[in-house]
């Protein structure tokens, strides 16, 4: 593809500067490695261009320090202190949402991810962040701990220039039809084949 070219020429009846200020559905699912962190830097450029970015993860553990959380803790302490780049949030269900300070167990986990997804459908309502990362969110989906009808009319009715990147195995067909992009991480070798658990500054 010629560089600035697109494969086909649009009907939709858009200019060029509406075409390229469309918010996006993005979705990172397959087995390999990379889709959070695809999704952080994808956020971290919406970051420098002084968006508000939302952080929401879904699975991992509250004792799992992720190196992308401090970072982004950094980056919305330096937002704060001089104003560049965009504000930030990082909210963790393993830990017990920070609106809720409510410590999460086994036996209500899809309370809690229910719970995180009404924030999150309050917080798109109100147009609050322009990029949103729900990380490890279609697991959620899969296990039914939120209504897939529901995420899809939100997700397609969101109002303003709301971005919503989405990550985790096994999207759900319907999330992939009205996604923009999404893009299968695919596994070809991993040192967790042999034998390797996770190493520091790679995995965390």
Known sequence: MAQGQTPVTPQDG???RQRRNR???VVHGGTGKGKSTAAFGLALRGWNQGWAIGVFQFVKSAKWRIGEEEVYKTLGRVHEETGEGGPVEWHKMGSGWSWSRKVGSEEDHAADAREGWAEIKRRLAEETHT???LDEFT??????WVELDDVIDTLTNRPGYQHVIITGRDPHPRLLEIADVATEMTKIKHPFDQGQKGQKGIEW
């Open 14 to 16: 858009l200019t060029t």
């Open 23 to 25: 918010p996006l559905v």
């Open 131 to 133: 990029v949103y990362v």
């Open 139 to 144: 697991y959620v989906m899969k296990w039914g």
